[in-house]
């Protein structure tokens, strides 16, 4: 039987080319919409760390690149003060959806697999921010049930725009998601894939 589900999983080793390729998709697409973000090379050097330490999540369908995310407990101390209580969320970066892929409501998906990751978490909240010039991505991440925290106006970052919604929270409506962890990965390099309880 033939599964429509996307499936989202720790990437491997291997996959850190294939996350650089997605950010330099998406960067120029976002240049051709005139957004100024992203607009330098995909740092791989972070993109493998992120890998190693199983922070970086790849999405995939009948074997095709769908799009990534990265979640951890990194509260960047410039924008998350201690009043904000830091440690209460997980925080998602980088999340990128493919325009090849074509696959409707993915960021949706992404995210709520994120808020579900968080409430399993003991985390309070999911958090993200975004470029202080991007509006139309915080219009996005309020469609998505972000409440705008605050706007840290840093003039030696970019981003600055802070948003969070409760952990568990689910919007629905992107494809059906099916959860892998718990990554092992053979002397080749290749993920071999234990199911998490939610799977």
Not at 30 to 57: C, F, G, S, T
Request: glycine share 8%; hydrophobic share 40%; net charge negative.
């Amino acid at each position: 039987m033939h599964d429509n589900r996307v499936t989202i999983r720790p990437a491997s080793p291997r996959e850190a080319e294939v996350i650089a390729s997605m950010w330099d998709e998406a960067a120029e697409w976002l240049k051709a919409q005139d957004v100024n973000q992203w607009q330098y090379p995909a740092n791989k050097e972070k993109i493998a760390r992120d890998i190693d330490l199983v922070h970086a999540y790849v999405a995939r369908r009948d074997g095709e690149y769908l799009g990534t995310i990265t979640v951890d407990e990194f509260a960047d101390p410039e924008f998350w003060l201690p009043d904000d209580l830091p440690d209460s969320a997980l925080y998602a970066h980088r999340m990128i959806v493919r325009r090849a892929a074509e696959v409707s409501g993915l960021g949706t998906a992404l995210l709520d697999w994120a808020s579900e990751k968080a409430a399993l978490s003991g985390k309070a909240w999911l958090r993200v921010d975004a470029w202080k010039t991007n509006a139309k991505l915080g219009n996005y991440y309020e469609s998505q049930g972000f409440e705008h925290v605050k706007t840290v106006d840093l003039p030696h970052r970019n981003s600055g725009a802070l948003y969070q919604r409760p952990a568990g929270s689910i919007r629905g409506g992107g494809p059906r998601y099916l959860a892998l962890e718990v990554p092992r990965f053979d002397e080749n390099g290749n993920p071999e894939w234990g199911w998490s309880p939610q799977a």
